[in-house]
């Protein structure tokens, strides 16, 4: 055996390197130590094959009278070197650095050329009997004349270890680097890659991302900011204008209760003044569905609070009752007299907080228009309820007692302050006969919220979803 390996190292140490790689291949990525393993076994057994034939990686070869023999050992103890380091940059790839994505990318591709670099230092300095002192002499003069010629790019490309180390962003983030916003498609030697929200690429040099202000929403992960600004009149009392914000934040159950939403005074001036309000949503995907509500449900409160931002000095001013009727859907197809005349038969009704207004159950007499505040719906579920959503100014229930007269299938309870406007079965009645398009109306309302409702149940929720059934009480009616 030992004869046999003396005299055919060559194709025995060839032969252990093509079966290296094809043990690479055939054993799955995900069986690291297997991997690990095979390749560390490999490898000893090239060491041994090298040691049994005479060679050694630290001396030349010993045949300097046989010249063809003398390039084999040479050959086979400079590859030994290259084998070790390649082995010695897995090992440690695998064990200490796991390489998921592209997260330690950089510093793993580093630490292989730093490995790589001593190998072949080594196998010139022990194999070649190079002068290794004059080489690195003259190659550290040369890598200083690169490093200067490439000064920005080594930033750049240190920088991206910096930032692949300590991690203020990761791929899939969506973060903002000095105002470029984006999400972190990728990560390379020299630059991060962002995808902006109008669909064009970013690419921003990694020693720029290492100086600048970094913003990063994806984190924590499960708490997103959301807010809207206002511009209202400075004539317009703050009070009035903070209540109405905070009443815009209660009727959105997607956001969380805590960090807690709030209303602020942003800033000031002569003629107008700006309010802040702002919450947190548990995911990245719904901050726009949630700010355009909260635009919408500041309006809507905003002018229930009696906050104009324009009018018309030639026209009459609407009752409160009659400006509702210009927001509920139901009724746009009504003429301006029908609108003026049904707007004298709704009467308001103060509701304090936390006091049920219909129940589970309760056949209404009369259709409530929201005027002020907001209004909680639960549909039950055995002997639990559970919370659908919320609804807020210019919104309508009991619609179910008024078509068919069937009982309502939820609990409707005041969460803040309210003012709703009834409108008697009656008078609803005669425009219903009047107007068919508001039957359809009423109609196609109630067979959505039904639907909605039966949907909710069949997913079974542990706990109030924040997010979920969000389109059935905040559609505009």
Known sequence: MLTFIQNHPLVIGATLLVLDLLVWRVIPAEHKSWRISAKLSVFLLFSWVLISAGMSPLQPAPWPEDVSHNLVA???EIFWWLFGARTLTVVLAMMLIPRTGHTGRLLQDVMGA??????????????????VKGLLATSGAMAIIVGLALQSTLSDVFSGIVLN???????DDWISIDGTEGKVVDIDWRATHLLTGQGSMAVIPNSVAAKAKILNYSRPNDVH??????VVPARVRPRRVLDALEKTLQGSSALLSFPKPRATVKSSGLESMEYEASGFVASMDKKTEVRNLLFDLA???????????????SQEPWTRQRSLLEEVRVFRSLTREEKDMLSQSMT???YPADQVILKVGEVSDYLLVIGTGVVSASIADGNALIEAGRMGPGE????????????TRAEFRSLTTCTLYRIEKSAVR?????????????SKLQRFRQQASQSLLLQKPVAIKKGGFLNWLHKKV
């Open 348 to 350: 308001p009704v103060e």
């Open 396 to 407: 309508i229930l009991g619609e179910e007692g008024i078509i068919e007269g069937e009982s």
């Open 74 to 76: 040479t050959v086979l």
């Open 430 to 442: 005669n425009c219903l006969e009047q107007r068919t398009e508001v039957k359809a109306a009423l």
């Open 165 to 171: 180390t300590t991690k203020p962003y990761q791929v």
């Open 114 to 131: 730093v490995i790589f670099l001593i190998a072949i230092v080594a196998a010139a300095a022990y194999v070649m009997q190079l002068p």
């Open 299 to 313: 309006h809507r409160h905003l002018e229930a609070s009696g906050v104009v931002w324009n009018g018309d000095a």
């Open 225 to 230: 900011g959301v807010s809207i600004s206002v």
